[in-house]
Every structure is written in C-alpha cells, then in structure tokens.
C-alpha cells in the first residue's frame, strides 16, 4: 500500500468513527423495583417505542441495586432516566439532562402517630424523638430531614429496609413514636380500623412525581417527539401501562415537566450524602 493509499484509508477511518458514534444504542434506565424479569417487563414496551419513535436503536440497562443505579448514573452512562424528582434535578445540574414528562400527581409522604399522644402536634413537636421511616437516601426520608435546618434539633430517623411494610411493622411494635409513610400507604395499606387510632401529625411538602429526563446525547426536537408521544393516552396508555400501574394506577398518560419544579432539589443529596456533592 503506499502512503498516499495509507493516507486515503485513514481519512475514511476517521470519518467514520463520528457515524459509529452517533449509531452507539441509547441507553434507558430506571432504578431497580423488582427482579429483573418483572422490570424487563415493566419497561421493555417502552424502550421498544422509545426506539420506533427516535428512529434509533434504545436498550433497557438494568441495574441489580440502587449502588449500581447511582454509581452508572453518575458516570453519564444512561441517555433516558425515568427516576424520583431529587435524582432528576442532579442530573440536571451535572448531567445536562432535561424533565421531559413525568408521572400526574405528586410524592406525598406524612407523619403519623397515636391519636392519644397529646404530645404529637406539629413537626416541631417531632425534635428529638424516634421516628420509623426508611434507609436514607430514601426520598421520603431526605425530604423529611430537610424540613429541619438546624442538625441539632432534628427528629431521629429508625431506619428500616423492606419498604413501608417494615416501617409499619416496627412502629406497631412500639419500636417509635412515630412513622414516616408514603400517604398511598397510609391512606391504602393501613386498615381503616388502625388508622382511626392514628393522626397525622406533619404533611411533609409534596414533590413532583417520578420524571423522564433525557441526556445531551437527544436534541430538542427528540425531545419534543417524545413528550408529544407519552402525554397522549391513545399513544401512551399501551406502551407505559405496567408503569403506571407500578406507580400511579389512575394514569393513562404522562404530563410535560417543568423544569422549576425541580429547582434546588439536588440538595436533598448533595447537603445530605457526600458521595453526591
């Protein structure tokens, strides 16, 4: 081959490498909520629309558990994130990702405890005493724990793993004062009988509910495609339907995200947890 051969098929090689780039699959993902056969068929009807309606290849990465979830997130190594509120404003402040549609509603978590301890009325009347509540960084339990500015007056979060089942379980067993719940919860898995014992002594301040970001990767007119797509229910009921049925079992479509509603609320983990600073 001679140099000027040599020279030619460099060129071309190079050329290429951007095309190649631009083919590499999307990457989706989502933290994990169940084993991975139920989150495969959870998410697979939308990444396959995801991928008909982008005219690219989309695959789903399923992550075994929230460390591998959040050390991959961080490393940018996921194009669409359909995740709570606190982890799609970090991501838009050090990713560069944009909300393009989230769940309808909002993340309502509230404080109960027994309807005869006069004690209990207020959050304030929450300083210093034992609260049930899930492992931080629970969303739940980082939005609680902000709601007190000064570390030294704050209430004591027990912390539980296995859900608001556990949380349940060890304030019946007298372990707190206290719990933390996810209204849903309250208002759906506690028997009407318990909770008439009960009062809810601090409604901590709603969140927006779980939202699709998309990474630099997409460009505005991806963008708009896709939060053309999932806010209409004909389009969107038959290919996110396991979704809403996971999270919000009234839906039949997204709503478009504003991008204020998530202002400041990385700080749920960067002024909690270091390795998110």
């Known amino acids: 081959m001679t140099i000027r051969q040599l020279a030619t098929a460099l060129l071309l090689t190079l050329l290429a490498c951007p095309l190649a780039a631009q083919e590499d699959p999307l990457v989706f993902s989502s933290p994990p909520r169940g084993s991975e056969q139920q989150d495969m068929e959870r998410y697979t009807p939308l990444v396959q629309a995801l991928s008909a309606w982008l005219g690219r290849e989309v695959v789903y990465s399923y992550p075994k558990d929230f460390t591998t979830y959040s050390f991959a997130m961080r490393r940018g190594e996921y194009d669409i994130v359909l995740d709570g509120p606190h982890l799609t404003a970090w991501r838009m402040q050090r990713l560069q990702h944009r909300p ?13 405890g027994p309807a005869s301890d006069p004690a209990l009325t207020d959050r ?11 492992a931080s960084p629970h969303l739940g339990t980082l939005q609680f724990m902000a709601q007190y ?17 556990a949380v349940h379980k060890a304030y019946r067993e007298g372990q707190c004062r206290a719990a933390l719940f996810r209204e849903f919860y309250f208002e759906k898995k506690i028997p009407a009988e318990e909770r008439q014992g009960l009062k809810i002594v601090f409604d901590v301040p709603a969140l927006p509910e779980q ?3 998309v990474g630099p990767r997409l460009g505005a007119a991806d963008l708009q495609t896709l939060r053309n797509r999932l806010t209409d229910p004909a389009v ?5 339907g396991r979704i809403f049925a996971s999270f919000r079992p009234e839906a039949t479509a ?24």
């Open 149 to 165: 500015a000064n570390p030294v007056q704050q209430p004591v979060v027990y912390a539980q793993r296995g859900g608001f089942g």
């Open 236 to 240: 969107a009921t038959p290919v996110a």
């Open 254 to 277: 997204f709503v478009a995200a504003d991008p204020q509603e998530y202002a400041g609320l990385e700080r749920l983990l960067t002024n909690n947890i270091w390795a998110w600073e």
């Open 211 to 213: 939202t699709l970001t």
């Open 124 to 134: 304030d009347s929450l300083i210093g005493l034992r609260v049930c509540g899930l």
């Open 100 to 112: 393009v549609v989230k769940l309808p509603g909002e993340i309502r978590f509230l404080v109960a």
